[in-house]
């Protein structure tokens, strides 16, 4: 029984030492590693990215340009007028003179059949030369054939017949035959004159 009590005062002895030890241990980190104290700092202010207000003005005022025609030349008007003289900076384009219009519109009216039927749906046939001067035929959507010399008037724009070429050329390949019409259709320009377009229609070319 003696010997049973000194094994438990014995093993209390031991727990408590232990515990002291322990102690001791975290008491002493504690003061060689001190708790860590948390620092507030401000928050540092924002940069301006677009610079100041006045950077900021210079920059949208490069990126966006407006062209302003005051002052400026109209690209649409010719640098030397018929006169032989430079054209005045700033003037306006010149309106059609309703007396060019009107004698337009006489020049279109149809006065033959040939003249009511669109040049592109006109067929060079055949191209003949008769008492010096070279006579063409042309042919209809109905397979009708007209009869053309200088000077007759085709198409529904007004057109006249200007030329009638009938050529044969030597080639690498051969004798080339150019067979062509030459067709002239007036219009008011821009300065409201009285001008024309010239229109070829040419026969399939042919090498033998």
Same mark, same amino acid.
């Given at each position: 029984?003696?010997?049973?009590? /000194?094994k438990r005062?014995?093993s209390?002895?031991?727990t ?7 102690? !001791?241990?975290?008491?002493t !980190? ?9 620092v507030?700092?401000e928050?540092r @202010?924002?940069?301006d +990215?677009a ?10 005022? &490069?990126a966006v340009? !407006?062209? =302003? @025609? ?17 054209? /005045?900076? #700033?003037?306006?384009?010149?309106k059609?003179? @309703?007396?060019m *219009? ?6 279109? *009216?149809? &006065?033959?059949?040939?003249q ?14 008769? *008492? #010096? ?6 042919? =209809? @959507?109905k397979?009708? #054939? ?7 008037l085709?198409?529904?724009?007004g ?7 009938? $050529? =044969?050329?030597?080639?690498?390949? #051969? ?5 062509k +019409?030459?067709?002239? *259709?007036?219009? !008011? ?5 009285l ?6 229609? $040419?026969m ?5």
């Amino acid at each position: 029984m003696v010997r049973v009590k /000194q094994k438990r005062r014995s093993s209390f002895v031991l727990t408590f030492r232990a515990i002291l030890t322990l102690f !001791v241990i975290v008491f002493t !980190v504690q003061l060689a590693y001190p708790g860590t104290t948390v620092v507030y700092k401000e928050a540092r @202010p924002k940069k301006d +990215l677009a610079g100041t207000a006045k950077d900021q003005a210079e920059i949208e005022k &490069k990126a966006v340009y !407006v062209y =302003d @025609p005051i002052g400026k030349t109209d690209p649409f008007i010719p640098f030397i007028n018929k006169a032989g003289t430079k054209a /005045q900076k #700033g003037l306006a384009r010149p309106k059609r003179a @309703p007396k060019m *219009e009107a004698l337009l519109m006489k020049l279109k *009216e149809a &006065k033959t059949e040939l003249q009511k039927i669109e040049m592109s749906q006109l067929t060079l046939t055949a191209i003949v030369r008769n *008492e #010096g001067k070279n006579l063409a035929m042309v042919s =209809d @959507p109905k397979g009708r #054939g007209y009869l053309l010399e200088r000077g007759t008037l085709i198409g529904t724009n007004g057109g006249v017949v200007h030329e009638i070429i009938s $050529e =044969d050329k030597e080639t690498s390949f #051969g004798i080339e035959s150019i067979r062509k +019409l030459i067709i002239k *259709e007036p219009y !008011v320009n821009r300065q409201g004159n009285l001008d024309y377009n010239f229109i070829e229609k $040419e026969m399939k070319k042919m090498a033998y």
